[in-house]
């Protein structure tokens, strides 16, 4: 069974900075696109950030344009990479590292998941 494994999330100020990595130990998807989501309590799933399998493309949802880096490196492992400035209150959520779209980059629907990091972000 094919595993993402996120890590980086922790409490953090508001107006502070966290960097997410993820990376999936058994598989390479060095031809995949990859993407970050979020979820908080009592909201939908949405895309954070995305990334096409050789960097040449990045989305970013509306809210984090400007404050969120996406980054990966294709090597033995793949790993993508949030990094995460100038967080606020709202981006408390438990963040998903996704990678191998169905579709487009940018769409909702991956065929692998991570089990999720808590990111708490306190004013």
């Known amino acids: 069974q094919v595993q993402l494994v996120e890590s980086g999330g922790r409490v953090v100020q508001a107006g502070g900075s966290l960097r997410l990595s993820c990376a999936a130990p058994?598989?390479?998807?060095?031809?995949?696109?990859m993407g970050w989501f979020r979820q908080a309590p009592g909201s939908e799933r949405e895309l954070v950030a995305a990334?096409?399998?050789?960097?040449?493309?990045?989305?970013y949802g509306n809210s984090v344009k400007g404050r969120f880096t996406i980054s990966r490196e294709n090597a033995q492992i793949t790993t993508i990479s949030l990094q995460m400035n100038s967080l606020r209150p709202e981006d408390t959520a438990v963040y998903y590292c996704?990678?191998?779209?169905?579709?487009?980059?940018?769409?909702?629907?991956?065929?692998?998941w991570g089990q999720g990091t808590q990111v708490t972000v306190s004013s």
């Open positions: 058994g598989r390479t998807f060095s031809n995949s696109a």
């Open positions: 996704a990678a191998d779209p169905r579709s487009s980059y940018y769409g909702t629907d991956y065929n692998y």
């Open positions: 990334i096409t399998w050789n960097g040449g493309r990045l989305y």
